[in-house]
């Protein structure tokens, strides 16, 4: 048999054996032991924090962090990154604060989401078919993009709090929860279910583990890849429009810091940064990881310095822990 023969032969009974959880893969449950390990601190050192009302809005701040990470997830699995989701969902939430005062929120929510999908779209044509680095089409893109956001807001802060309409979309409470939470929930488990039970899913798996053993075994690699670039553009773009709506106020520069928090979570749930591996739900609890850390800090009185110190050290260890297990597994 040939080699190319065995790595096809290899890669379908790799995608037979994608599923929702795997018992006895170690890397599945790493996450959820220092994610309990640190509720459980933070619930005997601090009064403030296992309560419904701390909890709840430590959710409803990171919705838009969830629905954005758990798009990347694909596109990091899949092989690829995205480095253009700050500058997007900034620029979601300028377009549609811009276009509520004048059109209305219909209107702002489509043409937001829109200007997501066709950002998403373009990384990921640039990225596939013109076969430049994703890391380097998404940075100029990010840079592209944020040049457009600064332009149409002049680089002001723009306010929706004569907008009541607009702050529904986020601040509406069902059941005791904000539609954000709820809204993040669905997109979760919709990915979730995309990623770990349709074909699509198991090709993206493929894509990411080993592209040329993919296209041998009939995969259409760019369409996956495109398909998941094309979903976090419109996942940042829903992120924007929703905290756009949670605090009534967009800027174009308010997503500096957010590709980072949300590459940051991705990785520390155990998605492989080089494809192939990873899960939406451990991206989730690694998001709520991170989340906990700050809410920690926060409650603790401890200096904020320390809190960059921290989450840079958990980057590295979970980057770290993904090369050594891709070594043991040689």
Not at 181 to 209: D, E, K, M
Not at 266 to 294: D, K, N, Q, Y
Not at 295 to 324: C, E, H, K, P, T
């Amino acid at each position: 048999m040939s080699p190319q023969a065995i790595s096809v032969s290899g890669l379908k009974a790799s995608m037979s054996e994608r599923r929702w959880f795997r018992p006895g893969s170690w890397r599945s449950v790493a996450i959820l032991i220092p994610f309990l390990v640190l509720f459980v601190v933070l619930s005997v050192g601090s009064p403030w924090f296992f309560n419904t009302t701390n909890l709840l809005n430590i959710l409803s701040q990171q919705s838009a962090t969830l629905i954005i990470a758990a798009a990347g997830t694909l596109v990091l699995i899949s092989g690829g990154i995205d480095l253009s989701v700050g500058a997007t969902y900034a620029l979601a939430g300028v377009v549609s604060a811009q276009v509520a005062l004048a059109h209305g929120v219909v209107v702002a929510v489509i043409v937001s989401l829109v200007v997501g999908l066709f950002v998403g779209l373009t990384n990921g044509v640039i990225s596939t078919l013109f076969r430049i680095n994703p890391l380097i089409a998404t940075l100029a893109m990010s840079f592209i993009v944020s040049g457009i956001g600064s332009s149409i807001s002049g680089g002001n802060l723009i306010v929706l709090t004569n907008e009541p309409s607009f702050a529904a979309i986020a601040q509406t409470e069902i059941l005791g929860v904000r539609t954000s939470i709820w809204i993040a929930l669905v997109v979760v488990f919709v990915l979730g279910l995309l990623l770990a039970r349709t074909t699509n899913g198991r090709y993206l798996y493929a894509a990411g583990g080993n592209a040329e053993a993919s296209r041998l075994a009939g995969i259409r690699v760019n369409w996956v890849r495109m398909l998941a670039f094309t979903l976090s553009g419109g996942a940042a773009a829903l992120g924007g429009i929703i905290d756009t709506s949670r605090v009534l106020s967009a800027q174009s520069s308010s997503g500096t810091s957010l590709t980072f928090t949300v590459l940051a979570g991705i990785v520390v749930g155990g998605t492989s940064i080089l494809g192939g591996e990873g899960a939406i739900w451990r991206t989730v609890t690694g998001v709520l990881f991170i989340a906990l850390v700050g809410n920690g800090f926060d409650l603790l009185g401890i200096n904020v310095l320390y809190q960059q110190i921290a989450l840079g050290v958990i980057l590295l260890v979970a980057v770290g822990i993904d090369a050594w297990s891709r070594v043991l597994r040689r």
